[in-house]
């Protein structure tokens, strides 16, 4: 189909996540139409981005600068911990806004399945980083999965003992979410957290 | 969210076609997360593209080399030329492996409305190719819109004196197609194209 040159640029682009086959065969041949609208920019933002962005010591967040943005913003409060899996979850609660605390991003969740044990994630860190002095309280952000679950009980854990609390975060009904569409299990978790109106 | 490099590589991703920003965004962290397996092979095959990579002076492919691997293909019957609207075309029909002749690629459709004249499409090459000789017919492969067929019929025209056959492709119910779900100018056509069993 048009030179190994092509077929090598459709395959990188088909090994990224919601690209498949297809997609990537249109992406390959809209970047060769459109060299200097698409194609450029799209290598000069890759080598930049390859050459400049680094992981945050302190927490784990992608930024070119170490420490990050968030943790060198001396303007949030440093004593809310906000634990997460990945950066990604980390970008979506900053485009939400609604938290100014800072973040430590795991990397992972515990996972006897694929392997992935306490040594894999940055827990340590997490731990080294709430003993050594301002944090008041650390909220365990993970998601509501057996694994999830699991790896905040774990953590909660490794945390007693210090003097700070250690919340989850709330679980219900998802704000514009019908009754005849959830799980049981979110159900439940909404019957039990149920409050006066 | 994390340096100016990393919303310059969303952005660049994001003008992709089949990816919105959400999705640009999940790209661009695995890119950054997985360096050696995503983001290197992926600049590397985006600066080979764009070096080697090139538009075939005869039939308007895009292949590393000129004319393609097609017009160069001396076990294709050079008597037989299939008119496409774009590369993307082209490539499915190899990929089909049912047709075994020439192809040229005009670059789009006639379209009044977006004022794409004869002049921006490689129409003239095509005439000029088809005069020059060993051309028995031209296979009109156009999309069955108002500008595939306009443009087709306009093709047909600048074609005629030449002692040639034009076809254009079949209509009818696409293979597997369900009636119900057929629109009535496909319907339309299929009666039209009805044969004996």
Redesign the interface.
């Known amino acids: ?6 077929e ?2 459709i ?3 088909a ?5 498949g086959p297809r ?1 990537a ?9 459109r ?1 200097d ?14 050459a ?2 680094r992981s945050c010591s302190e927490c784990g ?5 170490d420490p ?2 968030v943790c060198s913003d001396a303007k949030r409060d440093g004593g809310l911990l906000c634990v997460v899996e ?3 979850d980390l ?1 979506a609660l ?2 939400s806004g609604l938290f100014r605390g800072r973040y430590h991003v795991l990397g992972g969740t515990l996972s006897a399945l694929d392997g992935v044990g306490p040594e894999d994630l940055r827990i340590g860190g997490l731990v080294r980083r709430v003993g050594a002095g301002t944090t008041r309280e650390v909220i365990l952000a993970l998601s509501a999965t057996v694994e999830g679950q699991t790896t905040a009980h774990y953590i909660a854990d490794r945390l007693k003992g210090l003097a700070i609390i250690v919340s989850g975060l709330g679980h219900g009904v998802p704000v514009g979410g019908e009754l005849n569409y959830l799980d049981d299990g979110t159900l439940d978790a909404a019957l039990k957290a149920r409050r006066p109106l």
């Open positions: 189909m048009g030179g190994s040159d092509i090598r640029l395959q990188a682009l090994r990224l996540p919601g690209l997609s065969r249109r992406a390959a041949l809209a970047l060769l139409k060299r609208v698409l194609l450029q920019p799209l290598i000069e933002a890759l080598a930049a981005a390859a400049n962005v967040n992608l930024d070119t600068a990050c943005a990945d950066v990604a970008w900053e485009r």
